[in-house]
T-cell receptor
Framework: QKEVEQNSGPLSVPEGAIASLNCTYSDRGSQSFFWYRQYSGKSPELIMFIYSNGDKEDGRFTAQLNKASQYVSLLIRDSQPSDSATYLCAVIRDKIIFGKGTRLHILP | DGGITQSPKYLFRKEGQNVTLSCEQNLNHDAMYWYRQDPGQGLRLIYYSQIVNDFQKGDIAEGYSVSREKKESFPLTVTSAQKNPTAFYLC??????????????FGPGTRLTVL
């Protein structure tokens, strides 16, 4: 079983719509959860982190964590073409483990 | 400006050569990390260091070596023993020594190509 799993995509979303990115993880003891955005040829940049069950909002971004179901999601409201990138989910227990990422394409 | 710098941005290596990738940070972070990323793949940990003069192997350390003589610097050497070194190499740092808490920040990366 993969430790951190993401749909590779591409996920195509019309401009202005909500993009929903999902990530599941296998270790129930995981404590910290991160979303990174990576543009093609660039390094990952941190978007959000979440530690507790529930929602965490930052501007157009909302991270949602459900530890019982072992998933974490990222919602992007009012999607913009500049949101087109690969989104990496990362999970920490004793060490950080990255998913392979979901490619998001915002359609103008 | 505070941040993480990596050099060079692009590096070409002939087979049989050792090359060293530079990583410097002025964030006063304790922990530093080296990752490798291959196309369509996630990040794989090569080495990490939580304190000066100490470092630990990650998941794919074979063919690589590191040093941590200064808090700010964590160079990675790709040796000739690494059979498939062409990849995008990312250095990261985090403030926390406790890896269960750390938020990692990445440098811009070095793209290594073997000729």
């Amino acid at each position: 079983q993969k430790e951190v799993e993401q749909n590779s995509g591409p996920l195509s979303v019309p401009e202005g719509a909500i993009a929903s990115l999902n990530c599941t993880y296998s270790d129930r003891g995981s404590q910290s959860f991160f979303w990174y955005r990576q543009y093609s040829g660039k390094s990952p940049e941190l978007i959000m982190f979440i530690y507790s069950n529930g929602d965490k909002e930052d501007g157009r971004f909302t991270a949602q964590l459900n530890k019982a179901s072992q998933y974490v999601s990222l919602l992007i409201r009012d999607s913009q073409p500049s949101d087109s990138a690969t989104y990496l989910c990362a999970v920490i227990r004793d060490k950080i483990i990255f998913g392979k990422g979901t490619r998001l394409h915002i359609l103008p | 400006d505070g941040g993480i710098t990596q050099s060079p941005k692009y590096l070409f290596r002939k087979e049989g050569q050792n090359v060293t990738l530079s990583c410097e940070q002025n964030l006063n972070h304790d922990a530093m990390y080296w990752y490798r990323q291959d196309p369509g793949q996630g990040l794989r940990l090569i080495y990490y260091s939580q304190i000066v003069n100490d470092f630990q192997k990650g998941d794919i350390a074979e063919g690589y070596s590191v040093s941590r003589e200064k808090k700010e610097s964590f160079p990675l050497t790709v040796t000739s023993a690494q059979k498939n070194p062409t990849a995008f190499y990312l250095c990261a740092s985090s403030a926390e020594r406790d890896r269960s808490l750390d938020t990692q920040y990445f440098g811009p990366g070095t793209r290594l190509t073997v000729l």
